[in-house]
T-cell receptor, first 110, second 113 residues
Framework: DAKTTQPTSMDCAEGRAANLPCNHS???????VYWYRQIHSQGPQYIIH???NNETNEMASLIITEDRKSSTLILPHATLRDTAVYYC???????????FGKGTKLSVKP | DAGVIQSPRHEVTEMGQEVTLRCKPI?????LFWYRQTMMRGLELLIY????????DSGMPEDRFSAKMPNASFSTLKIQPSEPRDSAVYFC???????????FGEGSRLTVL
């Protein structure tokens, strides 16, 4: 599986958009980009995933560059409850054996 | 749906004792995963099953660790004998076979003294 690079930490003001970047320059054609988050002491939670096209759901938007070498997770209106570690994962095909990296620790501040 | 159910939520044991962690996946899910999380190593995939069959156990640290899935609604992760370095939070997750959307349990926090 391709590796990902994420910033170690980020801050965001409450109510503003949080934009979390992820680099995955070695991604291959059949690999998806997944985003999960882990709120302190809880199990990881699925957010969104995509292959080529941008995706949006009730939680977030995922923007994937045309060359697929990077992506951005957007939380449109961050709240204090969005404070968590966000993981960007690249995984191939239909098998969900996801390998988690260090992630980005997002702190939403009032 | 109750989600993925793990037990026990907390376990404190002494070195050398046997530890058994249990997981009930979401009904209808046919893939099951065991992860371990520590501060030093983060989230590590230990083993996963498809349709109750172990597919990849390359993440299992050593022979002291074993996992079984006797049926679609139950899995165990056993450590025998346990060591202090096994102290961690162990997460179980389940999914549909063709999906990368994993549903995680609340985890079992293991402390080995």
């Amino acid at each position: 599986d391709a590796k990902t690079t994420q910033p170690t930490s980020m801050d965001c003001a409450e109510g503003r958009a949080a934009n979390l970047p992820c680099n995955h320059s070695t991604i291959s054609g059949n690999e998806y980009v997944y985003w999960y988050r882990q709120i302190h002491s809880q199990g990881p939670q699925y957010i969104i995933h995509g292959l080529k096209n941008n995706e949006t759901n009730e939680m977030a938007s995922l923007i994937i560059t045309e060359d697929r070498k990077s992506s951005t997770l957007i939380l449109p209106h961050a709240t204090l409850r969005d404070t968590a570690v966000y993981y960007c994962i690249v995984s191939g095909g239909s098998q969900g054996n996801l390998i988690f990296g260090k992630g980005t620790k997002l702190s939403v501040k009032p | 749906d109750a989600g993925v159910i793990q037990s026990p939520r907390h376990e404190v044991t002494e070195m050398g004792q046997e530890v058994t962690l249990r997981c009930k996946p979401i009904s209808g899910h046919n893939s099951l995963f065991w992860y371990r999380q520590t501060m030093m190593r983060g989230l590590e995939l230990l083993i996963y099953f498809n349709n109750n069959v172990p597919i990849d156990d390359s993440g299992m640290p050593e022979d002291r660790f074993s996992a079984k899935m006797p049926n679609a609604s139950f899995s165990t992760l056993k450590i025998q004998p346990s060591e202090p370095r096994d102290s961690a939070v162990y997460f179980c997750a389940s999914s549909l076979l063709t999906s990368g959307e994993l549903f995680f349990g609340e985890g079992s926090r293991l402390t080995v003294l």
